[in-house]
DNA sequence: TCCGACCCTCACATCGATGTGAAGGTCAAA
DNA sequence: TTTGACCTTCACATCGATGTGAGGGTCGGA
C-alpha cells in the first residue's frame, strides 16, 4: 500500500510516516515511480510506534528496542552485544519505572472518580482534609 | 527549603522548578527576600510530576488531574464540575492505554532477554524465523 | 490532453520541555 | 567590607515531534 492508505489506517500523518522512516523505525520500500511501498504488517508497527512515542520513549530508545520486539527475530542472538543487553535492561527498568508512576495515578484517578460517584448517589460531601 | 536543595532532593534543574511553578504545577512561598520557600511535600510532588512528564504526559494534562490526586483533596466535590469529570475519565482510559502499551512492549523485552539468558546457558541459538 | 489526486524532496515553522547565560539582589563568613 | 554562593527575572538557544507549504513528478480518468 502507499504512504496515503497508511496514514489513513493509522491515524499517523503523511510527514509522520516519513520521519519514523528518517529515524529509521520503519523501511518501506519503493516502487518504480520512487513512491513508498508499505506492507500489511506495516500497519501494526505504526501503532506500536505510536504507542511507544505516545508514552514518552524518544525515537532514538525505539529504535534500539524495537528488533527485539519482533516475532520473527529481525536481530538473532549470535549479534546481540552485551551492550545491547545492557541497553534492554536499562530499558526494561526504566519501563516498569514509568509503568508504576502511570498505574498508581491512573489507581488515583480512579479511586476519586470512585468516591465522587459514591457520592453523587448518597448526596453528602466529605471533608477528607479533617 | 529553597530551590536549590530541592533541585538536588528532586534532581530537577533549577530552571525546571521555575518552569513547573511557571506552569502552574507547583506554587511555593516566598520569602521577605522573594526567594522561592518549599515545603517538605514539594519533593514528592516534584518526583511525581517528574514521573508523569517523563511517561509523556504533557504539562496540561498534569495540571488537570493533579489536584485530584492528593490526600487530602485539594479539590472538593462540591467544585467538580461534570466537564471535569469528563476530563478525568477521558485521561483515566488515556493511561490504561498507555499502561498497556508500556507493559505489552516491557514484557516482550523481558521476554527477549529470558531467551537471550536460556542461550547463553545452553549454548546453542535458535532460528524462531522458521 | 489535461485535470485531479496522488506521490516526491526540501525547508522552514511551531510547540513543549529544557539548557544557558546575562544582569543584578541577598547574605553569611572571612 | 568584600567575596562567594546563593537567589531573582528575562531572554534567547536547543532538541525532538510535528505541521505546512513550495516546487515538481506520476498516473488514471474525463
Chains 1, 2 share one sequence.
Not at 489506517?9 to 518504480?32: F, H, V
Not at 520512487?34 to 510506534?49: K, L
Not at 489507581?107 to 457520592?119: F, K, P
Amino acid at each position: 500500500m502507499r504512504i496515503g492508505e497508511l496514514a489513513e489506517r493509522t491515524g499517523a500523518s503523511r510527514r509522520l510516516l516519513r520521519y519514523y522512516e528518517e529515524q529509521k523505525l520503519i523501511s518501506p520500500g519503493r516502487s518504480d515511480n520512487g513512491y513508498r511501498e508499505y506492507a500489511e504488517f506495516h500497519v501494526g508497527r505504526v501503532m506500536q510506534i505510536k504507542g511507544l512515542l505516545d508514552a514518552g520513549l524518544p525515537t532514538r530508545i525505539i529504535r534500539q528496542i524495537l528488533p527485539c520486539l519482533d516475532q520473527p527475530r529481525s536481530i538473532y542472538f549470535d549479534d546481540l552485544t552485551p551492550e545491547m543487553v545492557a541497553i534492554l535492561e536499562r530499558e526494561h527498568d526504566h519501563l516498569t519505572q514509568r509503568i508504576d508512576c502511570l498505574t498508581r495515578n491512573r489507581d488515583s484517578i480512579a479511586e476519586y472518580l470512585e468516591t465522587v460517584r459514591r457520592m453523587k448517589t448518597q448526596g453528602a460531601p466529605i471533608d477528607r482534609a479533617a
